[in-house]
């Protein structure tokens, strides 16, 4: 009978454990300006030797952020002081009870050197890594806000000229009277309000609507068929007094097209 139940056990291998990378073989982490809206980084890597290394599939673990499926890579990579690959990464994991510390990372990839077959192999990060550790504040910090205000852009725009004027609208979600310090501009408009400080939703308010104008932050011609970050507004907020951290807002998808439109005819281009 004991002979039978072993015999029904599960039929699965273990996972595979991860091996050292090839010797002359780094990788570090980089984030270009476009990669920052499609929440994705780039594995920089280095190879000393002759000898090319393939690459199938390449993933971030770290308990810092969410892990996602492995991106495929499908690069041979000889010698190069930097050959970049693009990953997604997962949404960073945030706590209410204020801004966590920066875990250690791996990069850990499929990969093969020469004609040897594929093997698993972890690349360990530096720690604590730089940019890893300025994700984590920003998209941490962020949440802090998200859990006592909702911000967003207002529905109602007028085009006035060449001037875009519309609200921000803050909606309480928790606890707390919240700051708005400041809103900062963009790479395509510029923002103005009345007053060195945005605004104050008090501990007993439940929506604020602060108002705010718009206008473009340059007209060359090119301009908006580089737009990656065009709608990332900054805004500085603080709860009950507490250090100022960073929520971005971005309009709407019909309103950036609105706004789009707009900055075309406050340059000159018609449209």
């Not at 190879?47 to 041979?76: C, I, K």
């Not at 990069?107 to 550790?133: C, I, M, N, Q, Y």
């Not at 060449?162 to 909606?171: E, F, I, N, Q, Y």
Request: proline content about 10%; charged content about 25%.
């Amino acid at each position: 009978m004991v002979a039978l139940l072993a015999g029904c056990g599960s039929s699965e291998p273990p996972p595979e454990a991860p091996s050292g990378p090839p010797a002359g073989v780094s990788v570090t982490l980089g984030q270009w300006r476009s990669d920052e809206p499609a929440h994705r980084l780039q594995v920089a890597v280095r190879n000393t030797r002759d000898t090319p290394v393939y690459f199938a599939d390449v993933q971030l673990v770290t308990p810092s952020f969410r892990t996602v499926p492995a991106s495929r890579a499908g690069a041979a990579i000889g010698r190069t002081e930097r050959t970049d690959l693009p990953i997604p990464y997962g949404a960073a994991n945030c706590s209410p009870d204020g801004l966590p510390q920066v875990r250690p990372a791996t990069v850990v990839a499929h990969l093969r050197t020469g004609s040897e077959p594929l093997r698993k192999v972890a690349f360990e990060l530096p720690h604590p890594d730089p940019l890893l550790a300025r994700l984590l504040r920003d998209e941490c910090s962020e949440f802090l806000i998200k859990q006592a205000v909702r911000i967003e852009f207002g529905r109602e725009w007028t085009e006035s000229g060449k001037v875009m004027r519309g609200d921000l609208v803050v909606t309480r979600r928790g606890a707390g009277a919240v700051t708005l310090a400041a809103m900062g501009g963009t790479t395509h408009y510029n923002v103005a309000y009345d007053g060195p400080r945005l605004g104050l939703l008090r501990a007993a308010e439940q929506r604020l609507e602060v108002p705010i104008e718009l206008t473009p932050a340059r007209c060359d011609g090119h301009a908006f068929g580089e737009a990656k970050k065009a709608f990332q507004f900054p805004v500085r907020a603080a709860i009950d007094g507490g250090e100022e951290r960073v929520v971005i807002v971005a309009p709407p998808k019909p309103l950036q097209d609105r706004l789009i439109g707009y900055a075309f005819r406050a340059c000159g281009f018609g449209r």
